[in-house]
């Protein structure tokens, strides 16, 4: 057992502001826009049930990639286009692990094991239900077996371009109702013992833009403070 814990959803570039981190360890998941043409109709920030004012955003169609059935979607997809990403990726295998972390601004009083204005947080995971299927391998897959990837954004898109898709277990995989914190306290730039002590990063520069490999001890931990959050965040900060 394995697993690459990768960045996802809105940020300071786009769409100019990041998902909320909210004072019980709670959040918003908030896609990136869309970018490309689509050859089917995509959801706009203003379809997304959110609390976030997204008005200077509204009339956007949004990438909802990751897509978790929780918040709209229809299975547990994604889908990568970027080497960066989609190398470490293609190397997984069924029963691995995808984590995501998102870049969260902290909104009202900033829990005490959450950094004062934004911090890196695992916000959700798939356990892979399949091994990684590569652009070039969904291409020539029969139609059924392309078609559990029909409502990821990659494949909605006017021209598919992903290079890896991904497919989440439904009973194992979701997007977390609280988040698990991989910045420490001091700010949202600092990683914590997570980062440092159990994946492959060294916690130095941008780490939070970066893929990070854990091995099975590794894995078992996040999935363990999943399970615990926030009441782990007391153990994330000592």
Do not use: C, Q
């Not at 109709?41 to 897509?67: C, G, I, K, N, Q």
């Amino acid at each position: 057992m394995r697993a690459i814990a990768i960045n996802v959803g809105a940020n300071t570039n786009e769409p100019g502001f990041r998902g909320p981190l909210f004072p019980d360890g709670s959040f918003e998941y908030i896609p990136i826009p869309e970018a490309e043409p689509t050859a089917t109709p995509v959801p706009t920030y203003a379809d997304l049930d959110l609390e976030t004012d997204v008005s200077d955003v509204a009339d956007r169609p949004v990438h909802f990639d990751p897509e978790f059935p929780e918040v709209g979607g229809e299975r547990y997809t994604y889908g990568d286009g970027h080497g960066i990403k989609a190398g470490p990726l293609s190397e997984l295998s069924a029963g691995d692990y995808l984590f995501f972390y998102a870049t969260l601004s902290t909104t009202g009083e900033s829990p005490a094991w959450a950094p004062p204005r934004w911090g890196a947080h695992v916000v959700g995971h798939f356990r892979l239900a399949r091994d990684p299927v590569t652009g070039e391998a969904y291409r020539a897959l029969p139609a059924d077996e392309r078609a559990v990837f029909d409502s990821n954004a990659h494949v909605k898109r006017a021209e598919f371009d992903a290079r890896v898709l991904l497919l989440g277990d439904p009973t194992e995989s979701r997007l977390y109702e609280t988040v698990v914190p991989l910045s420490a306290p001091s700010g949202g730039t600092e990683a914590n013992w997570l980062v440092t002590e159990r994946s492959s990063d060294s916690g130095k520069g941008p780490w939070w833009r970066r893929p990070m490999r854990f091995d099975a001890d590794g894995t078992a931990t996040l999935l363990e403070l999943a399970d615990e959050a926030p009441g782990a965040a007391a153990r994330i900060s000592d």
